[in-house]
């Protein structure tokens, strides 16, 4: 009896192809998300944008139509600092089944003011952890309807210097913006890790990965007018932080590479090879702050409680 064939090595450039998948991408109009939904274009799966903004959705679009010939490509109205409004949002999908969700959409706010959602929720944990959180709950039968479906949370390496404060979780007694969004991305993360166990738990054919984008930086990053535009002037200065960091194109790689590798697990984390900073996407141990059940099971409780969702998530 021979042996199975191997494999060939993941190529960034070469995506198996897809046709048969649907994936939506929250945040998918601009950044990390809109590199992820262009090169998932290629594979001729279905792509979802979740965004709040349609203008900035079609620009989106466009450009993704105008590199990808018969890419398939829809606008799903997305607000995720708005709670009330997700259920209405996943039933606009109109979908009997959903192959991946790519949980990216975020905010970091570089200015000092504590600012709140809709909801009154400190606005970078809503938007970036409790969000995605309860949309979980609403995506949960489509999810559950596909015969493997991943759930990809995209964290960020700023979240491996941070720990939470499960008293503070708001930030409501010291507020600094960079910890607050690093926070925000290690509540994702944790969450995203403990989805996992939990998916096991009940024998979901559901997966949840986390992936990062390393080190992503504007001025590196290939121009997309009018979503990016990088004059060579500026990608010039740039150039020596290049070997360090990359652009947000190759920091969309991990991302794509964890909806698509048949060879990806549920639990997994993926970044850049190169100091998890920049490079082709490979499989990095998790950090044990971002594995520590005890705190995942305290933010989960507290999650569902700020979300007002089922414990459960609708995930069996």
Do not use: C
């Not at 829809?74 to 959903?98: F, I, N, P, Q």
């Not at 290939?222 to 194109?249: E, F, H, M, Y």
């Amino acid at each position: 009896m021979s042996s199975a064939p191997q494999s060939r090595p993941w190529d960034v450039h070469r995506l198996p192809p897809a046709e048969d998948r649907t994936v939506l991408i929250t945040g998918g109009n601009a950044g990390i998300g809109y590199f992820a939904a262009e090169q998932l274009a290629t594979t001729g799966a279905l792509v979802v944008l979740g965004s709040r903004n349609r203008a900035k959705a079609e620009a989106a679009m466009t450009s993704i139509r105008s590199r990808v010939p018969g890419a398939r490509v829809r606008h799903l109205e997305l607000d995720l600092a708005d709670l009330s409004s997700l259920k209405t949002s996943v039933d606009g999908l109109d979908l009997d089944r959903l192959d991946a969700v790519v949980y990216n959409a975020g905010v970091a706010l570089d200015d000092p003011p504590r600012r709140e959602t809709k909801d009154g929720h400190e606005l970078m944990l809503g938007t970036n952890h409790l969000g995605h959180f309860a949309l979980t709950q609403w995506l949960a039968p489509l999810l559950s309807a596909a015969p493997a479906a991943r759930i990809v949370t995209v964290g960020s390496f700023a979240a491996r210097s941070e720990r939470l404060d499960l008293d503070d979780l708001q930030s409501t007694r010291d507020y600094r913006p960079k910890r607050t969004y690093g926070r925000s991305k290690l509540a994702q993360m944790s969450f995203g890790f403990a989805l996992d166990r939990r998916l096991r738990a009940v024998n979901s054919t559901v997966l949840s990965v986390v992936a990062h984008p390393g080190g992503a930086l504007d001025s590196l990053t290939p121009s997309r007018p009018p979503i990016n535009v990088t004059t060579p002037g500026k990608r010039l200065r740039a150039l020596p932080s290049a070997l360090l960091v990359q652009g947000k194109d190759a920091g969309a790689w991990p991302v794509v590479r964890a909806v698509l590798d048949p060879e990806v697990r549920g639990g997994q984390l993926w970044g850049p090879r190169i100091f998890g900073l920049r490079g082709t996407p490979r499989r990095e141990p998790v950090p044990a702050h971002m594995a520590d059940q005890a705190v995942a099971a305290r933010l989960w409780t507290a999650s569902a409680e700020l979300a007002d969702t089922n414990p459960h998530l609708g995930l069996g």
